[in-house]
Nanobody
Framework: QVQLVESGGGLVQAGGSLRLSCAASGRTFSRYNMAWFRQAPGKEREFVAASRWSGGSTDYADSVKGRFTISRDNTKNTVYLQVNSLKPEDTAVYSC??????????????WGQGTQVTVSS
């Protein structure tokens, strides 16, 4: 069992940056692939970024490539999402997920509650 708690969201102006964190409980964190998804009001949840359990491979949605960076520290049971050059269309609830699959689909076993990111123009 893995429990995930996100933090680091907030209100930021366009062009600004945030660092989102996802702290995981459980001793098997390092065995899970991790991902970030986001959901804006009235829209479906969409994939943002993913990291393999080893951290050696990452994947990004085209809309965030070059602006967002996913990383993980298995010693701290934490995965991060550095979000730079934010745009108003990045406004959403960002959730982290953990699972055995490394995928852009939401087929992850565990989910956090999410953290709100709001970008003003």
């Amino acid at each position: 069992q893995v429990q995930l708690v996100e933090s680091g969201g907030g209100l930021v102006q366009a062009g600004g940056s945030l660092r989102l964190s996802c702290a995981a409980s459980g001793r098997t964190f390092s065995r899970y692939n991790m991902a970030w998804f986001r959901q804006a009001p009235g829209k479906e949840r969409e994939f943002v970024a993913a990291s393999r359990w080893s951290g050696g491979s990452t994947d990004y949605a085209d809309s965030v490539k070059g602006r967002f960076t996913i990383s993980r520290d298995n010693t701290k049971n934490t995965v991060y999402l550095q979000v730079n050059s934010l745009k108003p269309e990045d406004t959403a609830v960002y959730s982290c997920a953990a699972g055995r699959m490394f995928t852009r689909t939401p087929n992850y076993n565990y989910w956090g509650q999410g953290t709100q990111v709001t970008v003003s123009s």
